[in-house]
């Protein structure tokens, strides 16, 4: 086991903790752009007090606003000149993935020359990763991606049809305001999805690791049985705060790289080809895990059962590796979750494209990275087990 | 759930990695302050390799020599006065947990001002906690006390017989090189109590907590079932670097506030109790914690059966929570510890004055923090279930 890990965000997590909003960010400067989405932050006033809580700490601040699911590169790219414009000193993410995501490139982009396509991890070794950024405050009003507690962000270029992404230690978040408060107004079908994807970020690294990782395959476990417990109640009640407290923490331990520790994880193959899929057809990142990672599970576990098996057993006491596959593709189902690609209308005339992007955007150009590594007909066949 | 979770410190983890010390020193400055113990890490040639580490990487250093176990603050405070002298601008504690828990109280002195015996908890709200301190970088030749990657520090203060505890975030390690060959010439006496130490970091929080935080609770678990596996490989064979790497980052992992975060710990009563018995022992702390442990598990399961249960359902697949504890107790002893006070020579005669003292010094002068809170009758209690 050889690694290693540093993560500098600090959490403050709590029903409640949106007014500490204005507090934080007055100790990082005195003028903060604040990135939305579509104006959902609108409805229940969230906006109204987290813009209350910046003026009550004396801090300016310039709204932008239109961030939307899937984030644009040229949307990004606004973004960044809207922070050079307003001189922010702070950008503060208020929203989902997407806004989070958006907010880690915008604020890297008043220090970043060339083309900022550059910085996406697609480029493989001509990628130019960012060294600074404004310092970044983190508010996620969703529990799914992680986002608010790590140095990732996932970019969508639609000229290209291509969605990629960039990670660097400038982006890691200085602070991130976890309210669980927030997200008890998320409907059903966006709670689901993000059950799937923090479930889908500890798998990936579980099952694509060097194996021999005890703690951290046991902390997957923890993530992915919280998420069974809670994720159900979440998705039923979407008022019932505790549910809503623990799949948000989970989400954010399933990404926050205390999993991935020493893991050595060989890539995330799943959301590899999930980004093609969303790149395509615009849908929940969610919901195409959903459908993709059940599908990858069976492909990989002929190959490497022993760890498929461990996850049966102990998540699902289940005796074989299959069977706890099926377990976990029938709970994406209960929850409302697609888990086949022809309830998304996604035909077999699209497979051979998908999997040239995958391994293009997402691979080494012959293939995605995993255990074991996925070259297109591999792909094909995963996709086939989607269909 | 509420709480606040910060934790800087980066880890640079696996065998081999002592050879990085100079240059992830250089990056913190150009004269170290070099903290070790009784001279063990001469032996084998661990101190060689780290000074030539530092000399090729251009860093001058000043070697400070004999911190004991359960360090002195008259130790201490030598050592803080070395740091001055030298101009020190990076402190590095080469040694177990009593090296790296001197070694940041050494590198908070040069801004401290009045007596540094002031900072420490027990003095309750007059504690005066330190806001500054130099850039420390640990180095950990044992497995055990999780100091490596936390905020805290044990120091004695001989003249008073007492034992107490510092916890501010300027103590943060800027970096902890964790090198899992440093601990294969570690005796098994000392890789068990670094075993029960571990365990026992896991476990007061896991007992002391609010409950509802199962993402938490099974990762405290985590880390005790790789205790189990892995504790008993270390002892028997101390070459096992396996046992070794999985014991180390066990050890770390249940200190650096991933478990405790959210859990709402309320105080470390057995560590309270511990701290009077070597204090006026000066045994071994995590030979205090195999006689401590048991005992107060035992104790606190008739106040709160339900989480006993659950530690003896999910560790010890037994159904009864005396079960679980018993099973605990017997893997102590496996190890080699010592399990009741007439093994170490403690006498009922000393049980009054060990009560008084860990309220006194470990608690708020009536009760030690804990659920249930422990005055002195139920502080007597649990020594006698020791006995």
Redesign the interface.
């Known amino acids: 086991?050889?690694?290693?890990?540093?993560?500098?965000?600090?959490?403050?997590?709590?029903?409640g903790?949106l007014g500490r909003m204005g507090v934080e960010a007055a100790r990082l400067g005195g003028h903060a752009l604040v990135v939305i989405g579509g104006g959902s932050v609108r409805v229940g006033g969230v906006l109204d007090k987290a813009l209350g809580s910046l003026e009550a700490a004396g801090v300016a601040h310039t709204l932008f606003e239109g961030v939307e699911p899937n984030p644009r590169l040229t949307t990004v790219i606004r973004g960044g000149a809207a922070a050079v414009d307003c001189k922010a000193d702070v950008v503060i993410a208020l929203g989902g993935g997407s806004v989070m995501d958006a907010s880690k490139v915008i604020a890297s982009l008043p220090f970043y020359q060339g083309d900022p396509w550059d910085m996406m991890m697609h480029k493989g070794p001509s990628q130019r990763v960012p060294e600074t950024a404004l310092p970044i405050i983190t508010v996620p009003t969703l529990a799914a991606t992680g986002s608010e507690m790590n140095a990732g962000a996932v970019i969508t270029n639609s000229e290209l049809t291509e969605k990629s992404y960039v990670s660097a230690p400038c982006l890691y978040p200085a602070t991130a305001i976890v309210d669980p408060l927030l997200t008890v107004s998320v409907p059903p079908d966006q709670t689901a999805y993000g059950v799937v994807d923090l479930i889908t970020h500890v798998t990936e690294s579980y099952f694509n690791g060097v194996g021999?990782t005890?703690?951290q395959?046991?902390?997957a476990?923890?993530?992915v049985?919280?998420a069974l417990?809670?994720g159900p109640k979440a998705v039923s009640n979407g008022k019932d705060v505790?549910a809503r407290?623990?799949v948000q923490?989970?989400s954010i331990?399933a990404l926050n790289g205390?999993v991935q520790?020493?893991s050595g994880a060989l890539g995330f193959p799943v959301h590899q080809i999930e980004h093609v899929l969303s790149a395509h057809t615009d849908m929940a990142h969610g919901a195409g895990l959903a459908i993709l990672s059940p599908a990858w599970m069976r492909f990989a576990a002929t190959r490497r059962p022993e760890k498929f098996e461990q996850f049966a057993r102990r998540v699902f006491d289940a005796d074989e590796a299959m069977d706890g596959i099926g377990r976990l593709e029938e709970f994406f189902r209960s929850l409302g979750c697609p888990t086949r690609l022809t309830e998304v209308e996604v035909g077999r005339d699209s497979f051979q494209r998908f999997a040239e992007d995958s391994v293009r955007v997402g691979g080494d150009g012959a293939r995605v990275h995993g255990r074991p590594p996925l070259g297109i007909e591999d792909i094909i066949e995963i996709l086939r087990l989607a269909a």
Chains 1, 2 share one sequence.
Not at 1 to 15: I, Q, S, Y
Request: hydrophobic letters at 50%; zero cysteines; charged letters at 25%.
């Open positions: 086991m050889k690694f290693e890990f540093h993560n500098p965000t600090r959490v403050v997590f709590g029903a903790v021999a005890p703690i395959d046991r902390m476990e923890a993530v049985l919280t417990e809670y505790k407290e623990q923490w989970a331990v205390w520790a020493g």
